[in-house]
């Protein structure tokens, strides 16, 4: 026998459970949207399900499916995040951070600009 000298595969992050996952969406939801009613009306809105389905997802009866996970995914940033780091994509994450940074800016340069406008305005006058 020849010894074993293939490439090692990276190691990744552990894949969280089902349970986990769902649990963790569901405290997002929570955090985002608090809760009262108003979680499943805005469940309802995004994903086009009844509210007891909504009120099953939130209380752990039942798990939404892909396509709903999805919506669920739209609607929510919270879910969104969630999301992006349990799959440990955090690409994703930065260029929304990159995003936020980029408005950020802008609004500051425009900020920038009506100060010199308005001391121009003050030396002239």
Not at 28 to 36: N, Q
Not at 47 to 64: E, L
């Amino acid at each position: 026998m020849f010894p074993k000298t293939g490439n090692q595969l990276p190691n990744r992050a552990p894949v969280p459970s089902e349970a986990e996952f769902l649990g963790a969406v569901r405290q997002a939801l929570r955090e985002e949207l608090g809760g009262s009613r108003a979680v499943t009306k805005s469940i309802m809105r995004w994903t086009g399900t009844c509210d007891r389905t909504a009120r099953n997802w939130m209380s752990g009866t039942a798990q939404p499916s892909g396509y709903h996970l999805f919506c669920l995914a739209r609607g929510s940033k919270a879910v969104w995040a969630i999301f992006v780091a349990m799959s440990g994509r955090t690409d994703f994450s930065l260029s929304e951070d990159l995003h936020a940074v980029e408005v950020a800016l802008a609004k500051a340069q425009g900020a920038l600009e009506i100060l010199k406008r308005h001391r121009l305005k003050q030396k002239r006058d």
